[in-house]
């Protein structure tokens, strides 16, 4: 089965940076990755689906891009509500497995 | 909306079983998983099944794992048997986007979620 990784685990920044967050499969999946978004507490929400398209509703300061094997989540300007943990998630073929997730900290 | 419901404490060895009833709309459309995550830990995919009642399920848990639908109670289940302290997690119920191509759907990425319900496996 294809396993999937991300980089980093943690990281902490300041409010206005620019953060970005790398997932990897081992294995090709085309543009078939999502990308979710876990507040403390709270349930997992949809931020970026088909690697690249944000969901409706989603600020527009998340993007995302790559194909393949390497894919990116960039928050162009960090704010106090994106605290949270990030997962990537792969979709080309069962087993639809997440990434370990990316801790996001002020 | 989704909405999990079953007990939260299970006993070692036994059967855990939850359901999600869907609310606001069909279930015969979509793909329909289950996730869960352990306490302090990340997410992990469970399964999936779709109206027809085609499933895939996590290779970890292949053996011990039924996915099931009822489409008439707009409803889908888990079924886990022999549990132990590590199946103790978050299960949340969702829905799966799907596309179309040659005949056949594919799922795609989880747009709703339900709230998640604390399943403990303990004696």
């Known amino acids: 089965d294809i396993q999937m990784t991300q980089s980093p685990s943690s990281l902490s920044a300041s409010i206005g940076d620019r953060v970005t967050i790398t997932c990897r499969a081992s294995?090709?999946?085309?543009?078939?990755l999502a990308w979710y978004q876990q507040r403390p507490g709270k349930v997992p929400k949809l931020l970026i689906y088909a690697a690249s398209t944000l969901q409706s509703g989603v600020p527009s300061r998340f993007s995302g891009s790559g194909s393949g094997t390497d894919f990116t989540l960039t928050i162009s300007s960090l704010q106090p509500e994106d605290v949270a943990t990030y997962y990537c998630?792969?979709?080309?073929?069962?087993?639809?497995?997440f990434g370990p997730g990316t801790t996001v900290d002020l | 909306r989704l909405q999990e419901s079953g007990p939260g404490l299970v006993r070692p060895s036994e059967t855990l079983s939850l359901t999600c009833t869907v609310s606001?709309?069909?279930?015969?459309?979509?793909?329909w998983t289950w996730i869960r995550q352990p306490p302090g830990k990340g997410l992990e995919w469970i399964g999936h099944?779709?109206?027809?009642?085609?499933?895939a399920y996590n290779p970890s848990l292949r053996g011990r794992l039924t996915i099931s639908i009822d489409n008439s109670k707009n409803q889908f289940s888990l079924k886990l048997t022999s549990v132990t302290a590590t199946d103790t997690a978050v299960y949340y119920c969702?829905?799966?986007?799907?596309?179309?191509?040659?005949?056949?759907?594919?799922?795609?990425?989880?747009?709703?979620w339900g709230e998640g319900t604390l399943v403990t496996v303990s004696s």
């Open positions: 294995q090709g999946i085309g543009n078939y």
């Open positions: 998630q792969k979709y080309n073929s069962a087993p639809l497995i």
């Open positions: 099944i779709n109206h027809s009642g085609r499933t």
């Open positions: 969702a829905r799966v986007g799907f596309s179309y191509d040659s005949g056949s759907y594919f799922p795609q990425q989880v747009d709703s």
């Open positions: 606001n709309g069909p279930i015969s459309t979509y793909f």
